[in-house]
């Protein structure tokens, strides 16, 4: 009967393919209209992608599309690329390349293909391996045109169509088709069709045509939120073997828990005596999660393993103990295991773990993150583990899965919830120096530097550099003083707070310029911001300021009895909806100053109209973090 289905779906696709066919001028560069050449490493001429569905287990996906590059930067738009593995058969791939004339010059066959493991070489093994077209051009611009068919028995990853893939692509023409020759629903949910050229044929049937190339622009909200998505999932669907239905985040949920994790959280009887002991006078279950945690971390180390239900199902635990070793998955499947023995309840979490804040689609459930993290319970709120690191405080996510939708997989199914959001109060940045300056211009300071939250997220990492390479990392951090020299580091990482304290001695030769008989000073010496935003003739896109923080400096400068103050600022206040900035500079005594500085950035969306005045706000701070204070030596 599949059979008859897909000869069926042939008869159909080619007459579907004469009402949006390529034509001759698709393989020609000079065919392309301007307007899609402007902000273009590559256009895509024509794309189109159909997914027949015979059946829960049986999934067939042909792909056509041909992409001019115009330079090395377009190379990677080629997505002459398939994976496969035992459930994923790659049936036929062949690509053409052309001259900017659109002759032909070189042809691949499936056997021309390079081929390799999907995975990096920090992967211990895995099960997934690759196939893609490894061509050099020798002249651009050149065409490519590429064909391939490939027959999958798992439908968890129903292929989504995202027409444009990535800044500076055009699209002349795409479209997208899923045929469902079985009985099974399928769920679409359609993102930003409204703000491109976008025709619906039907809810599984789309087509694209000259969608013009998004340039990149800074603060943006991520590509992946500005493209137009057609996202696509069976309500019930096979996962390498394993059946599952997915009509909402409950039903996926729920199959996750059953079929991914139960089973795999057996631990043996020596994991279980030892969290047992070593929580045995601990009531409170927060603090048996953290000597739990730790006692993992000491225990074990991050390697990635690519095995299972398409990378989906964890290693059990057991393995995970026995190894000292596992992945996202292995190592929280393993923590969780290790709460379970001392009665601690945790949720096994996927996320969409980045530096950039991308959320789990609370609406729409579907096969997607690329993570997993513990989710502890506590009351009303929930602690969030990253089970990976060896050195991460308890519960601390900023900087690679806070402020974002999680999915949580429970027994009952699976639950979208919030991660932590650490607001400008939760990362602070505070900087106290005491600075002695000579009258020839040279500075020594005691320079110490607390953060939490994000702002600590960013510092923490040299905690486990050498001490060569700690002193290059201040070098660079303060590349503002010249031929500084750093004499002494002393680095405190309380991780029951969250706070990390850097001491620093340091020293500097002509800190403070010489003219004649004066020195010009710049007092803000430790924390001066020097980049300004790009600007745009005309912003195109609405930008975001994804994290708030706040900075608090405060720096004495004692100076020598023969230096005098001439002249200097009081300060400034700058209030705008985007932060607060202010500094102030202080006479404490004839031969001693106080410099004092707030800033603090709002996090937040906003319309591209207003990024002129954040532009603004920033080159002020750039500005004022300059200010100058005259001084005359006697």
Known sequence: MKHIKTHLFCVFSFLFTLSFSQSDSDYKATTIPISLKVKANAVVRFDKQIIEINDYDDMYVTTHRIVTVFNEYGNRHQNAIEGYDENTKIKDMEARIYDASGDEIKKFKLRDFTDQSAVSGGTLYSDSRVKYLNYTPVKYPYTIEYKSEVQMKSTAFVPQWVPIDDYYVS???????????????????????????????????????????????????????????????????????????????????????????????????????????????????????????????????????????????????????????????????????????????????????????????????????????????????????????????????????????????????GEIVHTKIYNAEDSKQVTNAIVNLSANGAIDAKVKIETTGFQYAKHEGIVTLSERDQKLSYKKYWDNINNVEILSIDLKNNKDDIVLTESIDLSAKNYASKSGNRLILMPNIFNRVEAIPTRYEKRNLDFKIQRAYKDVDEFIINLPDNVVVEAMSEGEKIETKFGLFEYKIEKITDHQLKFSRLWIMNKGDYNKEDYNAFREFRKQIVKLDKSKIILKVN
Request: hydrophobic share 35%; charged share 25%; glycine share 6%.
């Open 171 to 413: 699209v002349e023409k795409s479209e997208y088709q899923i045929v469902n020759n079985s009985d099974i629903p399928v769920r679409t949910k359609a993102v930003n069709f409204d703000k491109f050229n976008i025709d619906v044929i039907s809810e599984t049937h789309a087509k694209a045509s000259n969608l013009e190339g998004i340039k990149y622009e800074t603060y943006n909200p991520g590509i992946s939120n500005i493209v137009p998505r057609l996202k696509s999932a069976l309500t019930t669907f096979n996962m390498e073997g394993i059946k599952g239905e997915n009509n909402n985040w409950t039903d996926f949920g729920k199959w996750m828990y059953t079929e991914l994790i139960a089973g795999t959280d057996e631990i043996p009887q020596s994991a279980i005596d030892d969290v047992k002991r070593l929580t045995a006078n601990v009531t409170d279950n927060v603090e048996k999660a953290k000597i739990v945690y730790k006692y993992m971390q000491d225990k074990t180390r991050y390697i990635s393993v690519q095995v299972g239900i398409g990378g989906w199902k964890p290693m059990d635990a057991t393995d995970v103990d026995k190894l000292g070793y596992g992945d996202c998955k292995g190592l929280t499947n393993y923590t969780k295991a290790l709460l379970e023995a001392v009665n601690v309840p945790s949720f096994y979490t996927v996320v969409w773990g980045d530096s950039d804040l991308k959320d789990i689609d609370k609406d729409f459930s579907v096969t997607e993150g690329n993570h997993v993290i513990l989710c502890l319970p506590d009351d009303d709120n929930h602690i969030f583990l990253e089970c990976t690191s060896q050195t991460n405080p308890f519960g601390f996510t900023a900087g690679f899965t806070d402020d974002r939708d999680v999915l949580l997989v429970k027994p009952q199914g």
